[in-house]
């Protein structure tokens, strides 16, 4: 049976990650996959983590399991992280996942129920793993348009006039923050016109909230989902605590469904908590007890934001510097939207013969779309890769 497979094909990602460490050469820079790191380029585990992690250790007393949906504690926190009190516990409907790609995952299944013709509304570009997944599960998928690679901001009239063209009952994706890989997101007040619009067509906004604390801060990366939530009658959220709690390997995540009319909350927790019990039963718990332990710990909590708030505002500070060295060594400013972007990643929009060239003759990996991680670089590195840039001749 097993001839009858075919070689699936790789994600581009995780290849660069692979070429990157089998590269020789010293001075080579890795700005590939979406993983925080600080300025020596260490992925440290988080100060109240490692604390959580301790106290675990000494006073959990078992590991039976927990139920289908997780600890109910885990959604408590996470419906208050996320959605602070915009909306009614009584709402929102919630199981923990393996990671936010699990939540993504159970999100899709999730509206196949519901609606096998449901057509999925993506940003173009988006997260490569949205399309993947989408295409594996044969759901089938619309791209908007989003990403103005002349200004490096957003096409937002094109947005509006792709998103207009949902059906009822469509679903259209759409990142809570930290675009994935642009870096160019949507203020508030377009964010209120796209609400607007996703209300008049009778879509469903499926929110995939990965970065929450990297781009303007805990509540501020929160505001378009807590607007959407409290807009629309229903909006699903997937939301990882990979980045902002530093557990990418433990696959902590959330998928919470609110639905305004609360009468639907049984069917809509259980149809959740069904999907979990279908695709993997319960799903993992050490992660999510990490989290909702640094959440309900007041001094935990306070030393986690101030240590998520020192790598946000880290990675601003390298925004605004290799804006700036691009802007000195150019002699132009077509790069300062380097600077109004937010989060890990942005798309520097050159070529991908130009991402090989400084990949060949700088060791400088990016995305072949030319996304930079921007946590990838330190003070030391940034004049190197504008200088790399600058001479790559963009
Ligand atoms: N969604 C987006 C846009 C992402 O960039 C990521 C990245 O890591 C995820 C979801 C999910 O991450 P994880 O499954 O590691 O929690
Ligand atoms: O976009 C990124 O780099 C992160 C990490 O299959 C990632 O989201 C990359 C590829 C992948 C899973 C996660």
Redesign the pocket.
């Known amino acids: 049976m097993f001839e009858a497979l075919k070689e699936q094909p790789a994600d581009k990602i995780l290849a660069l990650m692979q070429s990157f460490k089998e590269d020789p050469r010293e001075d080579k820079l890795d700005l590939g996959v ?1 993983v925080y790191k600080d300025a020596h380029g260490n992925t440290p585990i988080m100060r109240a983590v490692k604390t959580a992690e301790k106290r675990l250790w000494e006073e959990q007393e078992t590991k039976a399991y927990t139920g289908l949906a997780g600890d109910p504690l885990f959604a408590e926190r996470m419906r208050e992280l996320v959605l602070g009190d915009t909306v009614e516990a009584g709402t929102v409907s919630a199981v923990a996942t393996p ?4 939540a ?1 995952r159970q999100g899709f299944d999730m509206v196949r129920m519901a609606n096998p013709d449901a057509v999925i509304h993506v940003s173009d570009p988006t ?1 490569p793993n949205h399309l993947s997944i989408l295409k594996h599960m044969g759901m089938p998928v619309a791209p908007y348009r989003y990403f103005d690679s002349e200004s490096g901001g957003i096409d937002f009239a094109g947005m509006i006039a792709d998103i207009v063209q949902a059906k009822p009952g469509d679903v259209v994706l759409l ?1 809570g923050c930290c675009h ?1 890989p642009t870096g160019a997101n949507l203020s508030l007040v377009e964010w209120k016109h796209v609400v607007e619009k996703i209300n008049e067509v009778g879509a469903i906004p499926m929110i ?1 909230l ?1 970065y929450q604390g990297f781009g303007d801060g805990l509540e501020a990366d929160a505001a378009a989902t807590r607007l959407v939530a409290e807009s629309c009658p229903e909006t699903i959220i997937a939301a ?1 605590c ?2 902002n709690f530093g557990i ?1 390997r433990e696959r902590t ?1 959330i998928l919470m469904a609110v639905a305004q009319d609360p009468a639907k909350k049984k069917v809509v927790q259980g149809t959740l908590a069904y999907l979990n019990r279908q695709n993997f039963s319960f799903p993992p718990d050490h992660g999510a007890r990490l989290v909702l332990t640094v959440l309900g710990d007041a001094e935990l909590r306070a030393d986690w934001e101030a240590e998520l708030e020192d790598m946000r505002t880290g990675m601003l500070e390298l925004r605004r510097v290799l804006a700036d060295e691009l802007r000195q060594r150019s002699n132009s400013d077509r790069f300062e939207f380097l600077a109004e972007h937010r989060g890990m990643f942005s798309r520097l929009g050159v070529s991908p013969e130009m991402v090989e060239k400084l990949r060949a003759d700088h060791g400088v990996y990016m995305v072949g779309d030319s996304r930079i991680n921007v946590a990838g670089l330190n003070r030391d590195t940034v004049p190197k890769l504008a200088q790399a840039i600058v001479d790559a001749g963009i």
């Open positions: 979406g990671g936010g790609t699990g993504v997260w990142h994935n995939d990965a990882s990979s980045k990418y995540g």
